[in-house]
């Protein structure tokens, strides 16, 4: 099994801030890394695939990048919609999800 | 636009099957290169994937939870099923289907809780 690790588990930002989430593998998944919004109440929704690549409709104040065991999940400038839990999932091997990072407001 | 729409008892009595199905429309659970996944959320806790069904008909299974399991589709209805034995408090969650394409969860359902209780 792949273990994702996530950190931090909470983020605590003000709209307009910059947001870093990581995610650490236990062993490489080359690029087959995937990020997710996900807020009470509703499906999580994919925001990046493939490490680096937006998915479709996704504002460009997201970006992902990394390769191999790291990983990183960046938020240009908080809006307050993008309150939530971003997890990472890899699928290098069986789906595995990361534990989750909370991005609060401060 | 695919949409995926869980559909199941809310409750289920411990050491019996949990059953739920989920019924797609805007696209069909045979057209190439997709698996149809169940993915579940304790409450309070993060996301497990349980397993898949390939559109070809073939699964696969977290291993946690493979003797347990079985998913299975209806081609003729566009739908495909989660079997999830032996529950316990410890299954309770949230449940989704979601499509699984190119590495990614890109269409879920919405979501359905179940509540593992006598």
């Known amino acids: 099994e792949i273990v994702l690790t996530q950190s931090p588990a909470t983020l605590s930002l003000s709209p307009g801030e910059r947001a870093t989430l990581s995610c650490r593998a236990s062993?490489?998944?080359?690029?087959?890394l995937a990020w997710y919004q996900h807020k009470p109440g509703q499906p999580p929704r994919v925001l990046i695939y493939d490490a680096s690549t937006r998915a479709t409709g996704i504002p460009a104040r997201f970006s992902g990048s990394g390769s191999g065991t790291d990983f990183t999940l960046t938020i240009s400038s908080l809006e307050p919609e993008d309150f939530a839990v971003y997890y990472c999932?890899?699928?290098?091997?069986?789906?595995?999800f990361g534990g989750g990072t909370k991005v609060e407001i401060k | 636009q695919v949409q995926l729409q869980e559909s199941g008892p809310g409750l289920v009595k411990p050491s019996e099957t949990l059953s739920l199905t989920c019924i797609v429309s805007g696209g069909s659970v045979t057209s190439g290169a997709y698996y149809w996944s169940w993915i579940r959320q304790p409450p309070g806790k993060g996301l497990e994937w349980i397993g898949y069904?390939?559109?070809?008909?073939?699964?696969n299974y977290n291993p946690s939870l493979k003797s347990r399991v079985t998913i299975s589709a209806d081609t003729s209805k566009n739908q495909f099923s989660l079997k999830l034995s032996s529950v316990t408090a410890a299954d309770t969650a949230v449940y989704y289907c979601a499509r699984e394409s190119w590495r990614r969860l890109d269409y879920w359902g919405q979501g359905t809780l179940v509540t593992v209780s006598s």
């Open positions: 062993q490489s998944v080359r690029s087959y």
């Open positions: 999932q890899q699928r290098s091997d069986w789906l595995t």
């Open positions: 069904i390939y559109y070809s008909g073939s699964t």
